[in-house]
C-alpha cells in the first residue's frame, strides 16, 4: 500500500493482513474439552462454548459445564494449518461442503462470547428455523445478532452457528430487539 507524506513523497506501507479465520471442528463424541485444551496447549486460538447443566445421580444432584454444541469446538487459524489441525486427537474433521473447510462469520463467534460473558441464563437451540433477523439495542448483549422466535408468552433470541445449523437461545424482551 503507497502512502502520500506531507511532503508529498509516497511510502510504502506494509499491511499486516489478518488470515486467520474462525472453523468449526468436528470432534470425537464427548472430546470438546480435549480438543480444546490440546488447541490452546500448541498455541492455536480455541473457543469452546460451554452450558451449566444440572445432572442428577441417585444420591446427589451437581452442576456440570457442558459443551453448548455437543460435537463441535472452534479455532482460529491459517488454512496452511489445516492438517496439524486435523491430526489433533479427538478432531474429526474440519465443517465445510465437498471437503472444503467454511469458515464461520466473525460475528456469529463474536456474538457467542459475548453471550457467553453475559451471565444471562442460556439454552442450546439444535434445528434453528427461519425467523426475524435482529439486533440487540438495550441490556448486556448490546449489538449481538440474533434470530428473534417467540415461546409461549416470552421472547427468545437465537445466536447462532449457521455453518452447524446450531445455537443458543436466551430470554429477550421484543422491546430490547430491533430489526436487522
Known amino acids: 500500500m503507497q502512502v502520500s507524506t506531507e511532503h ?6 506494509a499491511v499486516a493482513v489478518e488470515t486467520r479465520q474462525w472453523f468449526a471442528l468436528r470432534t470425537s463424541p464427548r472430546h470438546e474439552k480435549r480438543v480444546h485444551e490440546r488447541l490452546a496447549g500448541v498455541g492455536v486460538e480455541a473457543f469452546l462454548p460451554l ?4 445432572s442428577r445421580w441417585k444420591d446427589r444432584r451437581k452442576k456440570i459445564e457442558t459443551p453448548l454444541f455437543p460435537g463441535y469446538c472452534f479455532a482460529r487459524f491459517d488454512r496452511e494449518e489445516r492438517p496439524r489441525i486435523v491430526k489433533t486427537a479427538g478432531v474429526v474433521s474440519i465443517v465445510g461442503t465437498a471437503g472444503v ?3 464461520v462469520d466473525e460475528i456469529e463467534i463474536a456474538s457467542l462470547k459475548k453471550l457467553v460473558e453475559s451471565r444471562l441464563p442460556y439454552d442450546p437451540c439444535p434445528g434453528l ?6 439486533e440487540v439495542v438495550r441490556g448486556p448483549l448490546t449489538g449481538v445478532r440474533g434470530v428473534l422466535m417467540r415461546r409461549d408468552t416470552t421472547y427468545r433470541l437465537v445466536i447462532a452457528v449457521n455453518l452447524i445449523r446450531q445455537g443458543a437461545v436466551v430470554q429477550i424482551d421484543a422491546e430490547d430487539v430491533r430489526a436487522v
Open 129 to 134: 428455523r427461519p425467523g426475524m433477523a435482529v
Open 51 to 54: 452450558c451449566e447443566r444440572l
Open 101 to 103: 473447510p467454511s469458515p
Open 8 to 13: 508529498g513523497l509516497l511510502e510504502t506501507v
